[in-house]
């Protein structure tokens, strides 16, 4: 899953006070000073990477357990691992919120703001869904490329929604992000139509809940940080997809059971896939928190390259030059759309 969210940066009062508290600790000659300034500065930089590596191994950790649970371990039941995320970033968030207080908790204040977050549960919940039903029929290289094509519609829904529009040359970046896609579909050995409609759908719906999420919880009164979203959010798929996973995967009980019983390490390993879902979700937040959302956006770049690389290691699913070109043009085609919005914004 790849729950998909970010926010702010220090503020600078924050980062004032520290430089001031360092030099008054410093107390000597100027040179004092500076090597305690350094040292702080180089312990925040390793912080971030920290972080950047922590999010990097748990987003594309969750891809590819999803992936090995639901193509390669017989697992085939997309909408109760959902569940099991869900239900994870549920219990998680209240632990984290509640009690290590990781953020301050906001509490839902009216009727009309728990139903904005239940529609964007919902539409989380199909973009979630979507995506790993996906991930049982294409490969995760071809998968990350489609997701790739989030701006897209990020920029078409926001478009119709606030009829807000951006500088023509934003738009024309949007140009290769989907021709890239166009031709890595006609590059791709594994190409699977459905899972193809499966995977656009997810990154639209993932798009949409963006944009409404932006909409919906704009006054000052309603807005929630990404985690305590979560937090509220999580509960509420849970109830959906429960008796959606029953209906719609009968017998997944019985199946669950019986690879439990042949594999020993089945609990451990949804309940290890559950847990780095709600990490992937925490260290977005932190990451966005300690740099900015243009510094997650150019990392989330990288990191969706990254993950094809690992894949294709790990799976051995079979690529090929106009794949990757496709993959590559859709890259840049995003990045150039990332610089246009800062520069004509």
């Keep these: 899953m790849s729950s998909h969210s970010s926010y702010s940066m220090r503020n600078k009062g924050s980062v004032e006070n520290e430089n001031k508290g360092t030099v008054k600790e410093s107390g000597g000659g100027s040179g004092g000073k500076s090597g305690k300034m350094v040292t702080q500065s180089n312990k925040e930089f390793m912080f971030i990477c920290f972080l950047v590596s922590l999010w990097y191994s748990s987003n594309i950790g969750v891809i ?46 009216s009727r009309s703001q728990f139903l904005k977050i239940a529609t964007l549960s ?26 790739a094509t989030t701006p897209f519609f990020t920029a078409v829904f926001a478009y119709f929604a606030t009829l807000k529009r951006e500088a023509w040359i934003t738009y024309a970046a949007l140009v290769p992000v989907v021709a890239g896609v166009v031709i890595a579909s006609g590059g791709e050995p594994g190409f699977h139509l459905f899972g193809f409609i499966m995977c656009l759908s997810a990154t639209a719906a993932r798009a949409f809940k963006s944009v409404l999420q932006g909409i919906l919880l704009s006054s000052e009164g309603e807005k929630l940080n990404s985690m305590n979203l979560l937090l509220y959010m999580s509960p509420i798929a849970v109830v959906l997809l429960l008796p959606a996973a029953l209906i719609m995967e009968p017998n997944v009980i019985d199946v669950t059971l019986s690879l439990g019983k042949e594999h020993k390490f089945m609990g451990v390993l949804l309940f290890l896939n559950s847990a780095t879902a709600y990490a992937a979700n925490l260290t977005n937040f932190l990451v966005t928190k300690h740099t900015s959302a243009l510094t997650l956006q150019v ?40 610089e246009t919005k800062r520069r004509f914004r």
């Design 122 to 147: 919902i539409v989380f919940c199909g973009s979630v869904v979507g995506g790993n039903i996906s991930l049982r029929y294409l490969a995760v290289s071809f998968n990350q490329a489609v997701g």
């Design 64 to 109: 590819l357990l999803n992936k090995y649970l639901l193509s390669n371990y017989g697992f085939r039941f997309p909408i109760f691992l959902t569940m099991c995320h869900m239900a994870a970033c549920a219990v998680f968030s209240y632990i984290s919120i509640v009690f290590f207080k990781i953020v301050p908790q906001q509490m839902i204040k």
């Design 299 to 338: 990392l989330g770049n990288a990191k969706g390259a990254v993950a094809v690389v690992i894949s294709i290691l790990i799976f051995r699913n079979p690529v090929t030059f106009i794949g990757m070109a496709g993959y590559t043009v859709t890259v840049m085609g995003v990045v150039a759309y990332g």
